[in-house]
């Protein structure tokens, strides 16, 4: 998702892009890839609040898509992944009104609805703070809004990579139900969508995508 979000960031002309993450290895990997002077690369944590207010001075628009999304792991850490997905959350938003930061998006999930786990139900819980948040907001100008998608094609972790495993080594395909259905969104389609909402948000929007 970083890569894709990047490149769509710069072909619109972004000036400066700042990428916050605490994988040093994926970063490499990033700059490798993309060697672009207005791209810079901060080594940081969404559980570390001063680091984001660092972060996010002089910033216009923040992207939150930083999760613990593993759905067998989250059950078995639960602290971990609620120190992520719901306090990072909380301190995006409290950077970004420190910050003064214009508009901020999170990146949430269709397993927020109706959650059978714990990484869907902190999702929920972080949608409901980032709606919150432009009530704390006030008359300042910071807004937030949420973006939701399904399952994005190809993505790291995604069940693509499980499948494509399968066929190489003859291993029989992990379906856990014959009859269950999932909401598939590409990269590009999912890039055009976060970018998207930020021309159209006004604060506190939780956008939905048609998804076949």
């Given at each position: 998702?970083?890569?894709?979000?990047?490149?769509g960031?710069?072909?619109?002309?972004?000036r400066?892009i700042r990428?916050?993450?605490?994988?040093?290895?994926?970063q490499?990997?990033?700059?490798?890839?993309i060697d672009?002077?207005r791209v810079?690369?901060f080594?940081?944590?969404?559980r570390d609040a001063?680091?984001?207010c660092?972060?996010?001075?002089?910033?216009d628009v923040?992207?939150?898509?930083?999760?613990?999304?593993?759905?067998a792991?989250?059950?078995?850490?639960p602290s971990?992944v609620?120190?992520?997905?719901?306090?990072g959350?909380?301190?995006v938003?409290d950077?970004a009104?420190?910050?003064g930061v214009q508009r901020?998006?999170g990146?949430?999930?269709?397993k927020?609805?109706?959650?059978?786990n714990?990484y869907?139900?902190t999702?929920?819980?972080?949608?409901k703070?980032?709606?919150q948040a432009n009530?704390?907001a006030g008359?300042?100008?910071t807004r937030?809004?949420v973006?939701r998608?399904?399952?994005?094609?190809?993505?790291r972790?995604?069940?693509?990579e499980?499948f494509?495993?399968c066929r190489e080594?003859g291993?029989?395909l992990?379906?856990?139900?014959?009859?269950?259905?999932?909401f598939?969104v590409?990269?590009?389609?999912a890039?055009?969508?976060?970018?998207s909402?930020?021309?159209?948000?006004?604060?506190g929007?939780i956008?939905?995508?048609?998804l076949?």
């Amino acid at each position: 998702m970083g890569n894709a979000l990047t490149m769509g960031l710069l072909r619109a002309g972004v000036r400066t892009i700042r990428i916050l993450s605490r994988d040093e290895h994926k970063q490499a990997e990033m700059r490798a890839r993309i060697d672009d002077a207005r791209v810079r690369y901060f080594l940081g944590d969404v559980r570390d609040a001063r680091r984001l207010c660092r972060a996010f001075t002089g910033v216009d628009v923040v992207f939150h898509a930083a999760a613990l999304k593993h759905v067998a792991s989250g059950e078995y850490n639960p602290s971990e992944v609620t120190k992520t997905n719901i306090g990072g959350a909380e301190n995006v938003i409290d950077a970004a009104l420190d910050a003064g930061v214009q508009r901020v998006v999170g990146v949430s999930s269709d397993k927020m609805v109706q959650a059978l786990n714990l990484y869907g139900a902190t999702k929920a819980v972080a949608e409901k703070l980032f709606v919150q948040a432009n009530s704390y907001a006030g008359q300042g100008q910071t807004r937030f809004s949420v973006a939701r998608w399904g399952n994005v094609l190809g993505s790291r972790g995604s069940v693509l990579e499980i499948f494509r495993r399968c066929r190489e080594t003859g291993e029989p395909l992990p379906i856990t139900d014959p009859s269950a259905t999932r909401f598939w969104v590409t990269m590009p389609q999912a890039v055009a969508f976060v970018l998207s909402a930020v021309d159209r948000m006004r604060g506190g929007e939780i956008f939905v995508p048609k998804l076949p």
